[in-house]
């Protein structure tokens, strides 16, 4: 139950994209058609997952014994950066099909802020290893969401009659607005 | 002090970490790229239009390399001189690749058809056929916003003053991207120099399509059974031209007299002069037919 509360929670109540704004450049980036957003969506919550693993792992066992959790940032950074490098040398290998669908994404998240601060979130609350990597998923899931309703949105938006001044990214952050002004209906609801 | 060379050491040696793990890696999940993918790539004509079957040109370039099964000459808008070349850089058999042109299967313009309302929003065919299948009284013909013209990647379509699009055969490469994006399906893919073709896309019986556009196929199959190459076909009250047939066998297409609402119409200009000389036959042979009868009539009496 504990696990479930953590799950939704990250997925809609803490929603990262629409009531912390967090990943803001690839949520309007990739947002303009939905099967690039759901990919997008998909390609963040795995690299989310794996990193936040990665960083608790290398939290746990090194920065905190050797007493160097000041420099947790920028380790992390770091990480992140290098190991979607990793993945994406991985994946260009073994898998071409995922990598042509996830390629053009993986280096675009590489240096994403929303990546960075699940872990940074995970180790500053202390959570245990499976804590982090289901409030990973959830936070990827509410991500992918995010995304996927935006990129919905300005797929029917494109037939819509917009004002000169507001056409293209303008439109888009007042529907954004929008999307966060009704998640904020769920605040409060859990956690 | 003794934090700061801290901080330096430890960013060092995690850097020089992750830079060697990423080394390593770049060596060990290295990928032998064909350099022949690249020279194919160049050798196509960059239109990313997709007509061969594949994302764009890289895929088709890497395909064509690494597939022994995919033929060099599925480039359309490159023609021969391009699946020549690719066939020679991939040591593979050239072959004939069929010239084709979009050709606009609606002859409807403002004049011969009737308007179900106005519409009044963005120009483009895909946005009007959302409201109750576009304002055009027949469902299936072209509605004239010009999505095809603003999709090709050639520049090879117009649209003209009667609100149907023009196809510039010289421009057109045949790469069908126009008829992927009408949402009428109104665009069909010929062969280039087929002498005559139905220009209708409507699938309402006869009586229905009649009433809606004066130049429709009402499908009473008259031109096939007047066909001897067996060249049309009637399926779902619309007659279809075989082009390739036609451009074979056929130089005197008696269709064009049989159509009773002139729904097929000859497109090259050797069809056009034959089909004058067919209609004046036809007229003079009516006109003699009618004397007769009207001769015997006398006679009777």
Sequence with gaps: ?191 | MNTAIMVVLVMTGVGLIFGLILAFANKAFAIEVNPLIEIVEEALPKGQCGACGYAGCAAYAEAVVLDPDVPPNLCIPGKKPVADEVAEITGKKSAEVEPQVAQIRCNSGIAESTKKYNYVGIEDCIAASLVQGGPKGCQYGCMGFGTCAANCPFDALSMGENGLPIVDQKKCTGCGKCASVCPKHVIAMSPIGEPVSVLCNSKDKGAAAKKVCSVACIGCGACKKSCPYDAITVENNLAVVDGKICLEKCNNPICLEKCPTGAIVPLTEDAKKASVVIKEAAAKAKAEKAAQAAQAKKEEK
Excluded at chain 1, 33 to 59: E, K
Excluded at chain 1, 124 to 141: D, K, P, Q, R, T
Aim: with cysteine.
């Design chain 1, 1 to 191: 139950m504990e696990y479930f509360t953590l799950f939704m929670g990250a997925v809609v109540v803490n929603n990262f994209v629409l009531t912390k704004f967090l990943g803001l450049c690839i949520f309007f980036g990739v947002s303009k058609n939905l099967s690039a957003s759901a990919g997008m969506g998909i390609a963040v919550t795995a690299v989310m997952v794996m990193s936040s693993a990665l960083a608790w792992l290398i939290y746990n066992f090194i920065l905190l014994p050797f007493g160097l959790t000041f420099m947790t940032t920028a380790v992390f950074v770091l990480l992140i950066a290098s190991f979607v490098q990793l993945l994406e040398m991985v994946i260009k290998k073994y898998s071409p099909a995922l990598y042509n669908m996830w390629g053009i994404y993986l280096l675009l998240i590489a240096t994403n802020c929303i990546v960075l601060s699940i872990p940074l979130i995970n180790v500053e609350s202390s959570y245990g290893f499976l804590y982090s990597l289901v409030n990973a998923v959830g936070s990827g899931l509410g991500f992918a969401l995010a995304i996927v309703l935006m990129a919905s949105c300005r797929e029917k938006l494109r037939l819509a009659d917009v004002p000169k001044p507001l056409e293209g990214i303008g439109i888009a952050f007042i529907i954004a607005g929008m999307l966060a002004l009704s998640f904020l209906g769920f605040s409060g609801m859990i956690g």
